[in-house]
């Protein structure tokens, strides 16, 4: 009995033993190891300045830049040691610019619209970092081929738009500078929803480049349809060939004068293809079934396709 009692009173004591020798033990450590060193200054690569030397003269873009979400991971949080050159990971070696009394601008790539550098080298100053993604297909692009700058749509230096950089408030303002007549049509009665906000000109165009005509996300103007209007999709038992080659035969996606965004108002948009073989094509005469309530679709009101078996004439 004295032997198990000893047993369970060692028992008892062994962990409290061992926490003291490890507070003992971690105490004698603690005047041994010795602070991190501070992280070694950035030597800039000969020519270079620094963003500081860029902001005595600088200030207010400086400022500015700094707000930005660039500036924010340039000149506070760089990725890597491109990154952290601050405004000349983009504009260039400042050294003879700064000696000169900024008098001088050999070497360096402004990005105004006065700046003599080509616009393939300034863009491939951006495309140094924004080549993947969306810009996969830049080269090649109708924006690219059309000599495009891309600091004629984003904005770098300053925060103009709540997303993506752009050099107006919104996307719709953005691209019509250069589209006109596609910024007019979204004015009509009949539109997408770009007014309201609950679409963006690159819900369906990719800018930067795609494989497709017109930038197109999808592989085609149904495909790109469909993303929203799936219903149309298909497939039919009784399908509707205008409907089946591109939805663009009958609407125009961008805005109308008439309704459901149809490029002519009715009987006349189905008149185009369907001539007077069964039907008059006089509205002024009465009793006319073509022109019944002035619309075709009153009676073939499945034009995009009909899963009826008695529906070959679009009706059911």
Not at 67 to 82: D, E, S, V
Not at 89 to 116: M, N, R, W, Y
Not at 296 to 314: A, D, E, F, I, K
């Amino acid at each position: 009995m004295r032997n198990a009692g000893r047993r369970i009173l060692l028992a008892a004591l062994i962990p409290t033993f061992l926490g003291v020798a490890i507070l003992v033990g971690s105490s004698a450590l603690q005047g041994q190891v010795k602070p991190a060193a501070e992280p070694a200054p950035t030597v800039l690569p000969r020519g270079f300045v620094g963003a500081e030397t860029c902001k005595t003269c600088h200030t207010e873009p400086f400022e500015q830049f700094s707000a930005t979400t660039m500036g924010k991971l340039f000149l506070k949080h760089p990725r890597n040691a491109k990154e952290a050159l601050g405004c000349e990971s983009c504009h260039g070696p400042g050294q003879a610019h700064v000696e000169s009394g900024g008098t001088a601008f050999d070497g360096l790539i402004t990005f105004a619209k006065q700046d003599p550098t080509p616009v393939e080298q300034r863009n491939g100053v951006c495309l140094q970092c924004h080549e993947r993604a969306a810009r996969l297909h830049w080269q090649g692009s109708p924006h690219e081929l059309r000599d495009l700058a891309c600091t004629n749509c984003h904005r770098v230096m300053t925060n103009i738009s709540e997303r993506s950089q752009l050099a107006k408030p919104t996307e719709i303002e953005t691209c019509g500078q250069c589209h006109l007549e596609r910024r007019a049509q979204l004015m009509r009665s009949s539109h997408m929803p770009l007014r309201e906000g609950k679409m963006t000109c690159t819900s369906c165009h990719d800018p930067h480049g795609t494989v497709t005509d017109k930038l197109l996300k999808g592989n085609s103007v149904n495909d790109n349809c469909y993303t929203c209007h799936a219903e149309k999709r298909g497939p039919f038992l009784w399908e509707h060939p205008p409907v089946m080659e591109s939805c663009s035969n009958c609407h125009d996606p961008h805005g109308s004068n008439h309704e459901k965004l149809l490029k002519v108002f009715k009987p006349r948009l189905c008149q185009q293809c369907h001539v007077e073989t069964r039907h008059p094509t006089t509205p002024q005469t009465p009793g006319s079934r073509f022109v019944f309530n002035r619309s075709c679709t009153n009676c073939h009101n499945r034009v995009h396709g009909s899963n009826h078996p008695s529906g070959q004439l679009l009706n059911r």
